[in-house]
Nanobody
Framework: QVQLVESGGGLVQAGGSLRLSCAASGRPFSSYGMGWFRQAPGKEREFVAGISWSGRDTNVADSVKGRFTISRDNAKNTLYLQMNSLKPEDTAVYYC?????????????????WGQGTQVTVSS
């Protein structure tokens, strides 16, 4: 198993930036494909970005393309989400998630391991 703890959320003005981190412990971090998801009030959890175990294969949702970047540092057992040009519609609780097998998926049910989430609020 792997335990995940997100950090880095907060309140930011539109146009600002935040970097989220997800610290992993337990089984070797490099064996997991990782994803970032978000959930706004009254909405379903949605895929934001995914990254393979090596970091060579990444993808971000169309809604954040060009603004968000996913990366990982396997030596530090940490996943990142760099968020630039934030918009009020990016306001949500952001979750990191892990799955065995090394690849990423864009669907939440594919991930058995989840962090507790970190709140991101973007004011207009």
């Amino acid at each position: 198993q792997v335990q995940l703890v997100e950090s880095g959320g907060g309140l930011v003005q539109a146009g600002g930036s935040l970097r989220l981190s997800c610290a992993a412990s337990g089984r070797p971090f490099s064996s997991y494909g990782m994803g970032w998801f978000r959930q706004a009030p009254g909405k379903e959890r949605e895929f934001v970005a995914g990254i393979s175990w090596s970091g060579r294969d990444t993808n971000v949702a169309d809604s954040v393309k060009g603004r968000f970047t996913i990366s990982r540092d396997n030596a530090k057992n940490t996943l990142y989400l760099q968020m630039n040009s934030l918009k009020p519609e990016d306001t949500a609780v952001y979750y990191c998630a892990a799955k065995s097998g090394g690849s990423w998926y864009a669907t939440a049910p594919a991930y058995p391991y989840w962090g507790q989430g970190t709140q991101v609020t973007v004011s207009s």
